[in-house]
């Protein structure tokens, strides 16, 4: 079994200069050894640079928000553009320790620990750190989280000229109604999906006015394509290592995968290099029958991500391993259809957003997919003060509690460390329930 | 073979003696928890031992289970609660199919399949609405104590509506209803079915009976019917319910 490392150790010496600039959290964190794996952290850990570099340089940078995985393909399209997701500022808290004082900074600008903590990227506005600002924000509203709503809101009354476009609630077609097939599987009114067409025939003429570039079909094919190199090397990734028998990558070296299929963390070029680099190491590790954990772990659905990622590490600390996973990200993993205009593809990948329907739905989703990797167990963590997570923790709690596994919920603050001890309880009653499960089905 | 566990609870430690062979408990012992949890697990397991006559060297495995049992000393296993409390319910009360457990610093809620074994289970939020530390804050601001709660919801006639659930705002709002004139009997009683309540919710829909009632709370007069109701379930006390954790370790230790 392939054993994780410490900060201290000298293969994880590429990320001791991210601890010594602030990451605090990468001390308590495991690493899996392989070079491909930490120069995976390192790329994650560095898009700040690479964004202040691009700027520098002339670059145009656009802080896309909430859609987690559509705008970016449009951005794409521009080659002086790099999109990133300030969204993503929910991790630096957990990361920094609270020493970033993101969250203490939008607590003074009236967004309180009643919200999502992606309302720490207020902070990053506001103090201009941890990212660049950028020169166009593009925000999805509509079925999207209310909270984050709010928080761009607020963002807007700090004086940011936010490009708004609207993710319609999911619905079910009506009886005789035309209907598209999803990515997915699934399938929408065909009214749904034109309208977001619209929307992104909105955000591309926007983005073209505010660049100054040409975004042409040519342009736009040629982004998607891309995009969906990077799709389906994810993709690739997350079956093989969520099928393996042993798994051939921690659990959060696997969440940093499929973040890397929202934005390609603002370098398409150098995202394609390294997926295929995990690929790599993970088909070799498969072939292999070389795991990370114990080949008896318990294969747990996990829904929701954790802002604070030690929780992934102490489940395989306590005897579990990913079978599944909704991190919030089903729909930048969907492939996008070649056969079908670029606007109208991307309109068709963006509701595949399992967020954008009812918990009901998402849930039924997440359980299908999980029960083709054999899960045993559900882990649903609540977000404190996030719509997507606190409120819909319990919904989603009972949601799943018909497909026969036992749930465990737990609530994941920015730093767990205080709750530690009722988090880890629950998750080592999970994996005992599972284990005993194995012998004696209901 | 003579097992024993411990359960080194949040405001309590519990330790059971039991003969395997026999099919009994020897000797149990309770003690408050306190700075040194492996000490007063220590101590609690040698008094548990001199009720049952023996020494700790007469006994052959032991499982530690509770908040405490990553530092119990000694132990053979170490054991959720869920899954001893699930255990000693299924030797006490064989035809239970869920077990509700108000402990001192959480709740839970136990599903238990046909064979006894756990199917699912859910805990409360880390706050302390619907725990026993809840009800030792409300009991000390009515002056009674755990002990004398019983009494006093035995005695009420109006049980007060309390809504709130975090411990702080509940003494608020119970110092409010006092100083309204309300009996303390029917504020205790209204407490009773505040934590039911919330049980109930942490429960849901559907929770198959016989529930059997476990934890300290359980020994309150009146609060299983009320949380009967509440549940819409029979519910059962079984023998000692402050014990049902550690005899549940002593039987998971033999195996």
């Known amino acids: 079994m392939i054993v994780g490392i410490d900060l201290a150790h000298p293969a994880a010496a590429p990320l001791r200069r991210w601890h010594a600039s602030g990451s605090l959290r990468l001390a308590d964190l495991r690493f899996d050894p392989d070079p491909a794996c930490i120069a995976l952290w390192d790329f994650v850990l560095s898009e700040e640079d690479r964004l202040r570099a691009a700027q520098a340089a002339g670059g145009f940078i656009v802080g896309a928000m909430k859609d987690l995985g559509t705008v970016p393909v449009l951005v794409a399209a521009i080659p002086a553009a790099r999109a990133f997701y300030p969204d993503g500022a929910w991790w630096l808290p957990c990361l920094q320790r609270h020493s970033g004082g993101q969250l203490a900074a939008a607590d003074r600008l009236g967004i309180g620990e009643s919200f999502c903590p992606v309302r720490a990227l207020l902070g990053c506005y506001a103090a201009g750190s941890d990212f660049p600002t950028p020169d166009l924000d593009i925000c999805a509203v509509g079925a999207t989280c209310d909270d984050f709503s709010a928080v761009a809101q607020r963002l807007a009354g700090l004086g940011r000229d936010i490009l708004w476009w609207e993710l319609p609630a999911f619905r079910e077609a009506d009886p005789g109604e035309a209907v598209v097939a999803l990515p997915d599987g699934q399938r929408a009114p065909l009214a749904l999906a034109q309208a977001v067409e619209r929307e992104l025939e909105r955000l591309r003429q926007a983005l073209e006015r505010a660049t100054g570039a040409t975004i042409d079909a040519a342009a736009l094919a040629r982004a998607v394509q891309a995009a969906e190199t990077v799709r389906a090397q994810v993709r690739t990734i997350r079956q093989l290592a969520l099928a393996a028998p042993a798994a051939p990558l921690p659990a959060v070296e696997l969440l940093l995968v499929e973040i890397l299929a929202l934005h390609f963390c603002s370098d398409l070029e150098r995202c394609r290099e390294l997926l295929d680099r995990i690929l790599a190491l993970v088909q070799r590790r498969v072939a292999a029958n070389e795991g990370v954990l114990p080949a008896d772990a318990v294969r747990v659905l996990w829904l929701n991500p954790v802002a604070d990622l030690r929780v992934l590490q102490w489940l395989e600390d306590d005897g579990g391993r990913l079978a599944c996973t909704d991190f919030m990200t089903a729909q930048a993993m969907a492939p996008i259809p070649m056969d079908l205009p670029p606007l109208a593809a991307l309109a068709r990948t963006a509701l595949c957003d399992r967020m954008i329907g009812s918990d009901r739905r998402r849930a039924a989703l997440a359980v299908a997919e999980a029960r083709t990797y054999g899960a045993e167990a559900v882990v649903v963590a609540r977000i404190p003060g996030a719509s997507h997570g606190c409120a819909e923790g319990p919904a989603m709690v009972r949601a799943v509690a018909g497909c026969g596994w036992p749930v465990a919920g737990i609530e994941v603050p920015t730093l767990a460390d205080s709750a530690a001890g009722q988090i880890r309880s629950r998750l080592e009653s999970l994996m005992e329930t599972a284990r005993a499960r194995r012998t004696v089905q209901p | ?255």
């Open chain 2, 1 to 255: 073979m003579i097992t024993a566990g411990i359960d080194g609870g949040s405001r309590a430690v519990k330790a059971v003696v039991w003969d395997a062979a026999a099919g009994r408990v020897l000797g149990r012992a309770l003690c408050d928890s306190g700075p040194d949890a492996a000490g007063v697990a220590t101590a609690c397991l040698a008094e548990a031992c001199a009720a049952a006559g023996l020494a700790r060297g007469d006994i052959a495995r032991l499982t530690a289970t509770g908040y405490a049992r990553a530092v119990i000393p000694g132990a053979d296993r170490r054991v959720t609660e869920i899954t001893c409390h699930a255990r000693g319910v299924t030797q006490l009360l064989p035809t239970a199919r869920a077990v509700v457990e108000v402990g001192g610093q959480d709740s839970k809620v136990i599903r238990l399949d046909a064979s006894g074994r756990v199917s699912d289970f859910a805990m409360n939020d880390r706050c302390a609405a619907g725990t026993g530390r809840f009800l030792e804050v409300v009991a000390e601001r009515l002056g009674c104590g755990l002990a004398g709660f019983g009494a006093l919801v035995a005695a009420a006639c109006d049980p007060a509506a309390i809504s709130s659930m975090c411990v702080v705002f509940a003494e608020s709002e119970i110092i409010g209803l006092m100083a309204q004139g309300r009996r303390r009997e029917d504020l205790a009683a209204g407490v009773v079915a505040a934590v039911a309540a919330r049980v109930a919710a942490l429960a849901g829909r559907g929770l198959p009976g016989p529930v059997a009632f476990t934890g300290g709370v359980a020994r309150i007069p009146g609060f299983a019917a009320v949380l009967g109701a509440a549940l819409g379930a029979e519910v059962i006390v079984p023998e000692a319910p402050q014990f049902t954790g550690a005899l549940g370790a002593a039987l998971l230790a033999v195996a």
